[in-house]
Structures are given as structure tokens and as C-alpha cells.
């Protein structure tokens, strides 16, 4: 059973997933000198990034060890406002002292979305000198039990052997790509961030094991913590 926190607000899970993130980004740095993560997307998220580009963070955190990867991104421009790097940037980045280097956006610029797959694909087998292995996953669910963007009745769940893929998802405006469930699953840390009465029935269905969910497939290896609100643990124990 995964460790389920709950708070009585979004703002109370916010403060516990930055502390986690602090913790983490420790621990790795001590461990192997630098701390990648894989965010998420979507507005749940926001919060989170606004308070580690604020006091304590900013001045804490090591910066310049840190690599900030996504862990899925809409195909649409960098300055798209459905961008998850735009929103990520919004809120965290600009307010930052972190090498350009350290940030590594999915390609949203090539001509062909398989070609930004694979492009993205071998960007992360030359950082993660082929043994691609991210310390956090920051992961959010969708009402109809997505995460990142593996969604029900799309090929990108069943793709095991590349590290991105491609998503067209039906219920969603833009072409996506994800990590895939092999990467996340390789992740020492992941984290789910969850609000909202909206997401209460998926959570509980996911959390009782319900394998009709993609998010139900997110098995780490490594350490797997969610941190609910209140009204999106409402649910939990009635499934
Ligand atoms: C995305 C996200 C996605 C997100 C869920 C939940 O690109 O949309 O990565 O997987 O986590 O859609 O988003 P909210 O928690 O903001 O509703």
C-alpha cells in the first residue's frame, strides 16, 4: 500500500510536496552529486513551483545541481498556453538562479511528433548515460484515472521499450508525449499530487488497486507517496 498523506487543502499538500522535493533533492545530490526530477503538468502543480522559487527554496535549494525534465508535455510551442514548460516556467523557472543547461523541455518544434520522440529519447539516454533513472517523478491524475499523459485506450500505454511516445488521446485537444510506464516505473521517488472533490472516485479506484486506470500501472520500484487534499480523499475506503 502506498504511503497516502491527506491535507485539508491543496496549499497543506503543496507545503509537504515541497519539503518532500527538498528532502529528495538532498538526498540524491549526496548520494550522486545531481537530483533529476520529472514534472508534471496540468494546474494542480502551480502551487508546488511557486513555492520552491519562493523563501526558503530559492536561496536552499542547489540549484545549479538540479536537471528539471517533464514527464509529459502537450505538442503545442513553448509559449503555448497549454504548455507544461510555459506553466513550469511561469512559476519556477524565471524565478530561479539555474543554468539553461539544467532544464531539459520535450521538443514541441520538430515537423513530425515521432521525430521530437525520438529526439527526446536520446537526450535522456546520453544524460542518464544509458540507464535512464529520474529521482523524482512529480505525477498528477486526471478524473478519468490518466497520468502524464498515459491514457485509457491509447498506444502509448503499452510502448516498453523507449524511454518517450507518442499519445493521441481522443479526449484531449493536442497530440502529447509521455515517459512511459517503464521510465516512471524505474523512478526512486514518485509523487502524486491530488485535489479536488472531482478526483475523489478515480483516486480511491486507483489506490484500490483498479487496473481499468493507467495511473493504476504507476508500480515504482522506488519510493511511491500521495499527497491528497481532502476533498480528493473523500473517497478513499468506499470503492
Ligand atoms: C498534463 C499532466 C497530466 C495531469 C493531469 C491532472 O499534461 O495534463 O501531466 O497528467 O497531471 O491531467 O492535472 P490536474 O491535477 O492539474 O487536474
Known amino acids: 500500500m502506498p504511503d497516502v498523506r491527506i491535507f485539508p487543502d491543496l496549499e497543506g499538500a ?4 515541497a519539503r518532500l522535493f527538498a528532502a529528495a533533492a538532498s538526498e540524491a545530490i549526496a548520494d550522486h552529486y545531481r537530483f533529476s526530477v520529472a514534472l508534471s503538468g496540468g494546474p494542480t502543480p502551480r502551487r508546488l513551483y511557486q513555492l520552491l522559487a519562493a523563501e526558503p527554496y530559492r536561496s536552499q535549494l542547489p540549484w545549479g545541481q538540479i536537471h528539471f525534465f517533464w514527464g509529459d508535455e502537450r505538442y503545442v510551442p513553448a509559449n503555448h498556453a497549454e504548455s507544461n514548460y510555459r506553466m513550469a516556467k511561469e512559476a519556477l523557472l524565471d ?10 523541455p520535450m521538443p514541441t518544434d520538430a515537423p513530425e511528433i515521432e521525430q521530437a520522440a525520438r529526439v527526446h529519447s536520446a537526450e535522456l539516454q546520453i544524460f542518464f548515460d544509458g ?23 491509447d498506444p502509448a500505454l503499452t510502448v516498453r521499450d523507449k524511454p518517450v511516445a507518442v499519445a493521441r488521446p481522443t479526449s484531449q485537444p493536442t497530440d502529447r508525449l509521455t515517459l512511459t510506464y517503464p521510465i516512471f516505473n524505474r523512478t526512486r521517488r514518485v509523487l502524486f499530487l491530488v485535489s479536488g472533490q472531482e478526483k475523489a472516485l478515480v483516486v ?10 493507467p495511473c493504476t500501472g504507476i508500480q515504482p520500484t ?18
Not at 95 to 104: A, F, L, R
Not at 134 to 142: P, Q, R, S, V
Request: negative net charge; charged residues 20%.
Open 95 to 104: 524565478h530561479i538562479s539555474i543554468p539553461v543547461d539544467n532544464i531539459h
Open 222 to 239: 522506488g519510493e511511491l507517496i500521495w499527497l491528497l487534499d481532502q476533498a480528493a480523499a473523500a473517497s478513499l475506503g468506499e470503492v
Open 14 to 17: 503543496s507545503q509537504e510536496a
Open 204 to 213: 480511491a479506484r486507483v489506490l484500490a488497486g483498479d487496473a481499468a486506470y
Open 131 to 153: 540507464d535512464i533513472c529520474f529521482d523524482l517523478a512529480l505525477m498528477g491524475i486526471g478524473d478519468d484515472g490518466h497520468t502524464a499523459s498515459l491514457f485509457a485506450d
